[in-house]
Structures are given as structure tokens and as C-alpha cells.
């Protein structure tokens, strides 16, 4: 982003408007590719968004001016909300034949790629490497990956599907699931000031709390597959829910910074399985086609990653970082509360 931002000599607020594009771009991907999954299968559509990925990454690092930039963010985030929904459509399909949970350790994956992503390029910038090398070597990571994927994917299985709205059950589901990656996103966007304005940290310890959080769902997740089977989705997104809300409770009651810290270790166990839970939960129902629910639940949830920022910023300023928070521990009350419904869609 600095590397983009400096090349095309823009200022801050132009420059947000130019990442909405990235945004932009997913959303309107997420529900045709639902629909172009019912009727084609998961393997195209994962196979075309990926390759989408790789040759646009490129281009990222070397867009010379506005439009350029706005048109390559446009098609790197429509190729990136395909490969999204594909994937977890793809995941429904491999857990239902595998007859056992298996979507908390596909989400794991998620997370340590982008451990992996993020900490790659660092160490590539760090050793000198220019911006459009460090975009190559991730290109051709992820067209190996690719190639690897490409003939252990499931045989494609489409069929023509006509496109519904999302209702019953669904709706439920993408609303949970907005609730949850907007708490995610609040952490990653705003826990750094909270706990510095509590001063529970000082200013250059100010990440710790979404670290915390990180290792805490990628942990979560690498053994929530086990929790799933034993406890059953039900159990799962209320005790989820309720050690998630604790875990605001801790943070934002105990002035002792220890105990208050372990509060996104609390959150972040609590909710690495929601989202799991939730896409199993939406490949299983039978009020609208798999592909298209799954589509529905991607494309919400993806709202409430990039609304949810901006909302906690206009609250903030309205009635407190800190009571902001404790909205989103309200909001989190909403997991447990209609996880019996949730379950039986």
C-alpha cells in the first residue's frame, strides 16, 4: 500500500476511495459466482478466480496512476471474492463426502496463509526486494499452489439454478456472520488505540492485543474440527459466543493489563469457530441452494469486515472507543441467543 500510494502521488482520502474498489469488487463477484457455482461446480470458479489472483497481483505493484490502480483493485478483488465463495462452497462439498467436520481446519489454513503472506513479503522487502519481485514470487507461490490443487478438486457437479434471494435460515445465518467478522475487523482496526487509551499498553506495544487474538483463532481453529464433532454446531456457537462476550467483559472491566490483555485471547477462541459453523451450517440447509447460501453468508460477512471499521470510527466519536466495544459485546449476545434456531434451518 505505501509502495502504490507514493507511486501515484495521491493523498489519504483519495487513496481510500481508490481501495473501496477492492471492496467494491468482491461484492458484486460473491453472489454471481454463488450463482455460476450452482450451475458450473466449485472447481472453475475456484481455478478462475485464483488465476485471477496471480496475474493481477503483478500489476498491483507497478499501477502508475489512479485509473490503472482503480481498475487492477477492481479485478484483484472480484478475482478474490470468486476464489472466496468457490472455496467455501468446494469445503462444504469435501466435508459432506468426508461425513465429518472439517471446515475449522480449512479456515486455520486461511489464517496461517495470510501469517504466511504478510510475513513473506516483509522479509523479501526487508532483504531489498523490490515491490514487483516480492508480487512475482507471491504470484508463482500461488499459481504452485494452484497447479497442485488443480486435479484433486472435485469433479465439477453444477446444474441449472435458477437465482433466489436469500430467506429463511439464510438470512439468519449471514447476519451472524456480519456480527462476527465485524468484531474481527474492529479488533484488527481498532484494539491498538482502545488499549493504548486505557493505557493498558505503551504506544509501540499497541499491536499486542490483535496478536493475541490472532494466535487465539488460529489455535481455535486447528483444533475446532475435534470441539465441533464432540459438542455438536448447536453447543459450538453458544459457548463461542458466550467466551467471546467474556472475553470483551475481561477487557473492558479489569484495569489490571495481564488480565485485561487475556481478553482477546478469550475473543479469539470464542469466535474462531462461529464462522466455521456458520458455512457448514449454510451448505447443510435446505431453504435455497448450497451455492447460493454459501454466496449470501461470503458476501455479508465481507460487508461487515468493511463497514464495520468505519461504523466503530462514527460511534467512537459519538460515545467512546470503550463503549463502542461494549456494543459489540451486545451485538455477540445475538450468537448464543439464536444458535437453537440457527441449527435447525
Not at 523490490?130 to 504470484?139: D, E, I, M, V
Not at 441449472?160 to 482496526?189: D, K, M, S, Y
Not at 475446532?224 to 467466551?243: E, K, P, S, Y
Not at 462476550?245 to 493489563?257: A, D, E, K
Request: hydrophobic share 60%.
Amino acid at each position: 500500500m505505501p509502495f502504490a500510494k507514493g507511486r501515484i502521488g495521491v493523498d489519504d482520502g483519495t487513496f481510500g476511495l481508490l481501495l473501496l474498489c477492492l471492496g467494491i469488487g468482491s461484492i458484486v463477484a460473491m453472489p454471481l459466482t454463488g450463482w455460476l457455482t450452482a450451475r458450473l461446480g466449485s472447481k472453475p470458479m475456484i481455478l478462475g478466480g485464483g488465476f485471477g489472483l496471480v496475474l493481477l497481483l503483478p500489476v498491483l505493484s507497478v499501477a502508475d496512476s489512479a485509473f490503472v490502480l482503480a481498475v487492477a483493485l477492481l479485478g484483484f478483488g472480484a478475482s478474490l471474492g470468486t476464489i472466496d465463495v468457490a472455496m467455501n462452497v468446494h469445503a462444504v462439498e469435501v466435508e459432506r463426502a468426508a461425513q465429518r467436520p472439517l471446515m475449522s481446519g480449512f479456515h486455520a489454513m486461511y489464517s496461517i496463509g495470510g501469517f504466511a503472506g504478510a510475513g513473506g513479503m516483509i522479509l523479501l522487502l526487508s532483504a531489498g526486494v523490490k515491490p514487483f519481485a516480492g508480487a512475482l514470487c507471491g504470484s508463482a507461490a500461488a499459481l504452485t499452489a494452484l497447479g497442485l490443487a488443480w486435479p484433486r478438486l472435485l469433479r465439477a457437479r453444477g446444474a441449472p439454478v435458477p437465482f433466489v434471494a436469500p430467506r429463511g435460515v439464510v438470512l439468519l445465518l449471514a447476519g451472524l456472520g456480519a456480527i462476527t467478522f465485524l468484531v474481527e475487523g474492529a479488533i484488527l482496526n481498532w484494539s491498538a488505540l482502545l488499549v493504548i487509551g486505557a493505557r493498558l499498553v505503551d504506544a509501540a506495544q499497541g499491536g499486542l492485543g490483535y496478536m493475541l487474538f490472532a494466535i487465539a483463532m488460529t489455535i481455535g481453529r486447528l483444533t475446532g474440527d475435534r470441539f465441533v464433532a464432540a459438542a455438536g454446531n448447536a453447543r459450538v456457537l453458544i459457548w463461542g459466543g458466550l467466551t467471546a462476550i467474556l472475553g470483551f467483559i475481561v477487557l473492558l472491566t479489569i484495569p489490571f493489563p495481564p488480565v485485561a490483555m487475556a481478553g482477546f485471547l478469550l475473543i479469539g477462541f470464542g469466535a474462531s469457530n462461529l464462522v466455521p459453523v456458520l458455512f457448514h451450517l449454510a451448505g447443510r440447509q435446505t431453504a435455497m441452494p448450497a451455492a447460493l447460501a454459501v454466496a449470501a453468508l461470503t458476501t455479508t460477512a465481507y460487508a461487515g469486515v468493511l463497514a464495520g471499521p468505519a461504523a466503530i470510527g462514527f460511534l467512537s466519536q459519538a460515545i467512546g472507543l470503550h463503549a463502542a466495544f461494549w456494543l459489540l459485546a451486545g451485538l455477540m449476545t445475538l450468537v448464543p441467543i439464536s444458535a437453537r434456531r440457527a441449527t435447525i434451518g
